[in-house]
């Protein structure tokens, strides 16, 4: 089975390290492997620590840290060679860095992209996204988020908790999360568009999936699709795949479309949801989606 792989950005001192330590502290089962330039920045909870052998923090629930003090490709062919075998490859890049700079990696033999996470912090994100230094670096790394977490609106009022929202999402079609939050979502899979054959919905899941495949949908305009992907419950995230001879992306209720030559298999459409989506509300879309709805 391949292994997810994640990057996460953000700005210095936007909360990654955090983020990354809850995802450790609470892997519940998960083999989390986290790559970071330095085992300082991440200030590993010494609770958690089993063994220390030069570039690898082996932790007592099975996850390890690796430091990128060598080449990038060795660590990784570490990482797909150890046993047991790790579930997830969690990337911190650098504040300043372009997390999709290393999304290659998560596309070579063994290895599952699953998607770009980027944390901003609230109370800052006016002055970083306009910032004539870090301004242009933080904007693209909104924009290509599969996913954003804002940090520290704990720090703010809560009136201007939503304006600082308002501002984030428009740098970006990507959800927006609040922490704290399910750390599902952090390591959730918004790339899988043609992985799955079945179609499930699972009640029970840390985030809840829509897999339709081409012959399981009656939809054969792509603006019908369209249509019903507008009609989306609160709480679905993300959109991907190939139906009605196009390829079809929602990021939030962003949705691109392009098409693609005739001959491409048409392989249907993964459909990602947070934990809070309403399940009654999720499995009426999802037959819609199916084209066994109404769309009325």
Sequence with gaps: MAIGFTCIGGDLGSGKTTL???????????RYAVVV???????????LIASHDGDTIELSNGCICCSLAGDFG?????????EPPVDHVIVEVSGVGDPWQLTPWGQTPGFDLCG????????????LTSDKFVGDTVRKQLDQADLIVATKA???????????????????????????????????????????????????????????????????????????????PAGVVRAKGITAGHIVQMVGRRIETTPVAADT??????????????????????TMLRGSGSTG
């Design 20 to 30: 990354l330590n809850d995802l450790l502290a609470t892997a519940s089962g998960q």
């Design 37 to 47: 330039n330095d085992f300082g920045d991440i200030n590993i909870d010494a609770s």
């Design 74 to 82: 060795e660590v990784m062919a570490d990482i797909a060679s150890r």
């Design 116 to 127: 770009v996470v980027v944390v901003i912090d609230l109370e800052r994100a006016g002055q």
């Design 154 to 232: 704990d720090l703010l009022d809560a009136d201007a908790v939503p304006d600082r929202l308002a501002l984030v999402a428009s740098h970006s079609g990507s959800p927006v999360f609040v922490a704290p939050f399910d750390l599902a979502l952090v390591v959730a899979d918004y790339t899988a568009a043609s992985r799955s054959s079945s179609v499930t919905v699972s009640p029970h899941a840390l985030h809840k999936t829509i897999s339709v495949r081409a012959d399981q949908t009656t939809i054969a305009e792509i603006d019908d699709v369209v249509a019903v992907l507008r009609r989306a």
């Design 265 to 286: 298999t048409n392989t249907g459409l993964v459909i990602i949801a947070s934990p809070t989506v309403d399940q009654s509300d999720f499995e009426k879309w999802a």
